[in-house]
Every structure is written in C-alpha cells, then in structure tokens.
C-alpha cells in the first residue's frame, strides 16, 4: 500500500499517530465530558409561563438539560487547548436526536499534534459523525501513504476493541457529543451555583458554575441516576481526570448557549469553551465514498502500528 519511499514508514506512522490520538482527543474534547445520555427524568420543575426567577440552579439545569437534549441539533464552535500536545478550533453542526450526525472543520492551531499535522500536508481537516462511525478527512501527503485515499474511518466498536480501557472512553465520548453532557456534568458537581445574569453574543443568559470533584462524585449527588454517576465516574477516570470546573450559560429559552470546562488529564491541562447556536438547524453527513476511504483498525492492522495514547 506504500509507495516505497525514504520516510514512507515515518509517515505512515505519523498518519496513525495522528489518527489515533489527535484527531480522537481532539473530537472527544469537542464533547465535554459525559458519560450515558439516558435522562433519568428526575422531576425537574420546568419554568411556567415566564418563568420563575427564583428556580432553583439545580431545578433550571435539570430543565436545561432536558430542553437541551430534545433541541436534537445545533451549531457550534469551540476551542480546546490540552497541555503542549495541541491547541485547536471545532466549527460546524451536529445532530443527536437519532444517533450522532453532523459535520464539523477542525483546525489544529498549536502544539505537538499540529507539527505533526503540517508535516502531513495540511492543519485543517474536515470531521464527519455518522451513529455507527466517525471519519476524518486527511491531507494529500497522508493519502499518498494510504493508496491514494483521503478518509479514515473509526468504527466506534473498533475504537473499545482497539483501545482497551481508554477505547471504551474514547468510544464512549464519540457517541455524547452532546452539548446537555455538560450540564450533566455539572449537575453532578453537587456544588452548582447561579453566577447571575450575562450577556453571551447579545443574549441574555443564566451563568451557572460547579466544581467537579471525580472522588466525591457519587456521594454528594442526588439528581442523576446511579447507572448515570457511574458511568460519568468512570469517564473521568479512564481520562486521568480529578477534579474539573464547568461554567455554562443558559439562555432564556433553557437552552445552553456557551460552556467552559477546565481540569487537569493525563495528557496536561485541559480547556474547552464552545458555544451553541441555532438549535434544530438542519445536519446532515454522508458517508464519504468507499474507494477513498481506509479503515482504521486495518491501517493498524497492516502497519503493525500501535494505536497509542
């Protein structure tokens, strides 16, 4: 499949490298951190009519969460930063009401994973979800090493069976890619308080913010579900994650418009903030064609390659 010059082997490694922890970390931090995305409908009081003022922040997040989640779709940008591996920028549309779905450019900005990228060809890549698989269009020079084809494609199961532990977390993040992940998150803080009222892009909002502190998780919390706590917990864990700060505002129709999240990973410190707009647009990704497209588990397969990470 290579085409027999100095460096190929380089390359090709590179490309999975890449492949298999840049382009994934990256999209996982695109998701917040969240585990399960069942509600388990704990009896939020909703706001009626205009709303009471003084809802309660754990009311008016679990509100929040469950408008968030039935909105099925939205546009969004974000920028993350984890340690000195990478900087990078998400822009796009994602769909969650029947499976993930959705479209988004991601440009590596800094850090190690953009060297590495522009030594491929290109900082910039197109990322498509679709509910059984996740591609990532490369550059040319990548291509060149992989039988002149464009796409990798990472079938979630592929991604636990491949991974271990942090496959079952990356697949595990791969599927959430929610935006009412992060309110979970902070409902599950146990600390969640209201900031106040702010503006966000000319809209007026409801800044809320907690601490989550991962050993404490399960004993200080009572609005999710055990099955939900466990599964955030092991989440966290598998991400070398301790204690995380999640900031979100809420706008005044219950949706989640901005969200930051900061915390420390294995990989370095982490930070996202991204914003939410123009909830139920229209998404839609098609599966790229098959003839420019190379399976990751058999790029892994054929290079004898690690999956890294």
């Known amino acids: 499949m290579g085409v027999g010059r100095m460096k190929s082997t380089t390359l090709r490694r590179a490309g999975l490298s890449v492949a298999a922890v840049t382009l ?3 999209m996982t931090a695109c998701s917040g951190s969240g585990g399960s995305d069942t509600s388990d409908g704990s009896g939020g009081s909703g706001k009626g009519g205009d709303g009471d003022p003084r809802l309660s922040p754990v009311a008016a997040l679990l509100t929040a969460e469950k ?5 099925d779709s939205a546009k969004v940008e974000s920028t993350t930063t984890m340690g000195s591996v990478m900087s990078m920028t998400a822009d796009g549309a994602l769909g969650w009401g029947d ?3 959705g479209t988004l450019t991601i440009t590596y900005t800094g850090g190690t994973m953009a060297d590495t990228m522009r030594q491929m060809g290109t900082t910039s890549m197109e990322a498509r979800y679709l509910p059984d698989a996740y591609y990532a269009r490369m550059g040319d020079t990548f291509a060149e090493q992989a039988g002149g084809r464009h796409w990798i494609r990472y079938a979630y199961d592929d991604l636990e ?9 990356l697949k595990d993040q791969m599927q959430n890619t929610t935006p009412n992940q992060s309110v979970k998150l902070l409902l599950a803080s146990g600390d969640v308080r209201e900031v106040g009222e702010e503006k966000v892009r000319g809209q007026r909002t409801t800044h809320y913010s907690g601490t989550v502190e991962v050993a404490d998780l399960a004993e200080k919390n009572s609005h999710l ?32 418009v901005k969200k930051v999240e900061k915390g420390e990973t294995t990989a370095g410190a982490y930070a996202q903030t991204a914003y939410y707009s123009d909830y ?22 054929q290079q004898g390659a690690g999956t890294g990470s």
């Open 280 to 301: 139920g647009t229209e998404v839609s990704a098609e599966e790229p064609p098959a003839g420019d497209t190379a399976d990751f588990s058999e790029l892994v397969k």
């Open 99 to 101: 499976g993930l779905t």
């Open 161 to 169: 069976s491949l991974g271990g532990s942090s496959g079952a977390y």
């Open 24 to 26: 994934l970390a990256g």
């Open 225 to 256: 579900s055990q099955s939900q706590l466990d599964d955030l917990r092991k989440t966290l864990e598998q991400a070398g994650v301790t204690t995380e700060t999640v900031d979100i505002w809420v706008d005044d129709r219950d949706l989640l």
């Open 67 to 71: 408008s968030t989640d039935g909105a």
